[in-house]
């Protein structure tokens, strides 16, 4: 959108919008996340992974579902890289990833739910 002239101009900002348009590269990650997050067992699985590292026995059992079913969720939620694993013996365990977008993500489901946030528990 850089130097492009609008059809109209209606006085406002549209040429600074346009010129911090983002390209379809960088809203990418934010749009797969969000994709990913658009189903409610995903959703919920993340918000619980914000808070503490878990295997999926465990997750199946606190979000009341098959562990085939959490595995399946799970693989989607890593490949958009919303949560990572770590291998500990046979054991998989998750947790969301480290990042600024998983944060916010993480700010947003608890604002906009109304849910309290449990702090992040480490192992104890
Ligand atoms: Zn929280």
Redesign the pocket.
């Known amino acids: 959108m850089k130097n492009q002239i609008l059809p109209h101009d209606h006085g406002y900002n549209e040429k600074k919008v346009a010129e911090h348009m983002p390209t379809e590269e960088e809203i990418a990650g934010v749009s797969e996340a969000m994709k990913q997050l658009g189903d409610p067992s995903r959703l919920r699985i993340f918000?619980l992974l914000?808070?503490c590292e878990e295997c999926v026995l465990n997750i199946a059992a606190l979000v009341n579902m098959s562990s085939p079913a959490v595995s399946h969720h799970l693989k989607l939620l890593k490949s958009s890289g919303l949560i990572v694993s770590r291998r500990e013996g046979k054991e998989m365990y998750y947790r969301t990833a480290d990042t600024e977008l998983a944060q916010v993500l993480?700010?947003t489901?608890?604002t906009l739910g109304k849910?309290?946030?449990?702090?992040?528990t480490e192992k104890i």
Request: negative net charge; hydrophobic residues 25%.
């Open positions: 918000w914000c808070h993480h700010h489901i608890e849910i309290t946030c449990p702090e992040r």
